[in-house]
C-alpha cells in the first residue's frame, strides 16, 4: 500500500478546518436567531454536525470536479495519485464511520450515496457499504445486502488501481457479499449471501452466482 505524502494530509486538513470554519459560523449564526430556551443549545448542535456533513459533501464534490477520480491504473507520484489519496483522506475520516455504523437509515443513505457520486436507478437502495461511489452504476429495482462490500478499487501491494462495477437492473446482492473490481452483472441476476465476485467478472442476465470465489450456480433462461 502507497503511502499518503505530507503534501496531501496538509491539502485535506486545510479543507477540513474550512469544513469546521464555515459549520463554525453558521451554527453560531443559527445559535443567535433561535429564541432562547432549553433546547437551543441541543438544536445547535445538532445543526452543527448536520452542517459538518453538508460542508463536507460540498468541498468533497468541489474537489472531485477538479481531480476526479479515474479508471485505470494509477501511477506513482502522479496528479491522479494524489488526487486519490486526499479522496481517501475524505472518505475514511468523515464518510466511512458514517457507513460503518448501521445508524443511517437505509432510505437516508441512498441519498448520502448519490450526493458521493455513486449511479442508483429508481428504488435501488444499499443496506451494505459502497466504496468509490463515483466509480458504481447500478440500476433500478436493485437491493445491496446488509454488510456487502462493493469494491471498485485494487490495492495489490504497490499496484493501485480503479475499474468500475456496472450492476444491472432488479438484481440481488446478498448479505455480506463481496463485489470487486471491474464487475459487470447483468440484469434479475442474484449473488448468493457471502459470495465473493472476482475482479473482472461478468454475471450474464437471469444467473445465479455463489460461492468463494463465486461460480455460475444457474444460467440464464434459454435464448437470452
Known amino acids: 500500500m502507497r503511502k499518503i505524502g505530507a503534501g496531501e494530509i496538509l491539502l485535506f486538513l486545510t479543507l477540513l478546518l474550512l469544513i469546521l470554519g464555515l459549520t463554525w459560523l453558521t451554527a453560531a449564526w443559527l445559535f443567535h436567531r433561535l429564541p432562547p430556551s432549553e433546547f437551543r443549545g441541543i438544536l445547535t448542535a ?4 448536520f452542517l459538518t456533513y453538508a460542508y463536507a459533501l460540498l468541498a468533497y ?3 472531485l470536479l ?3 477520480l479515474r479508471e485505470g491504473e494509477i501511477a506513482a507520484s502522479s496528479k491522479n495519485e494524489i488526487g486519490y ?3 481517501l483522506l475524505f472518505y475514511l475520516i468523515l464518510f466511512y464511520p458514517l457507513m460503518r455504523s448501521g445508524f443511517v437509515p437505509v432510505p437516508l443513505m441512498r441519498l448520502i450515496y448519490q450526493a458521493l457520486g455513486a449511479h442508483l436507478g429508481e428504488n435501488t437502495y444499499s443496506s451494505g457499504i459502497i466504496l468509490d461511489p ?3 452504476h447500478i440500476g433500478a429495482n436493485t437491493i445491496v445486502g446488509q454488510y456487502a462490500l462493493l469494491v471498485p478499487h485494487v490495492i495489490e501491494g504497490e499496484r493501485l488501481a480503479h475499474y468500475r462495477i456496472r450492476i444491472g437492473n432488479n438484481v440481488t446482492i446478498g448479505a455480506h457479499a463481496v463485489v470487486l473490481s471491474g464487475v459487470t452483472i447483468g440484469d434479475n441476476a442474484i449473488v448468493a ?4 465476485v472476482s475482479k ?14 463465486a461460480k455460475r450456480l444457474r444460467a440464464g433462461n434459454a435464448g437470452e
Open 66 to 68: 477538479i481531480m476526479p
Open 193 to 196: 449471501t457471502g459470495a465473493i
Open 61 to 63: 464534490r468541489g474537489f
Open 46 to 49: 445538532a445543526a452543527g454536525i
Open 85 to 87: 489519496h486526499v479522496y
Open 134 to 136: 463515483p466509480l458504481v
Open 200 to 213: 473482472n467478472s461478468r454475471i450474464g442476465t437471469n444467473e445465479v452466482w455463489g460461492g468463494v470465489p
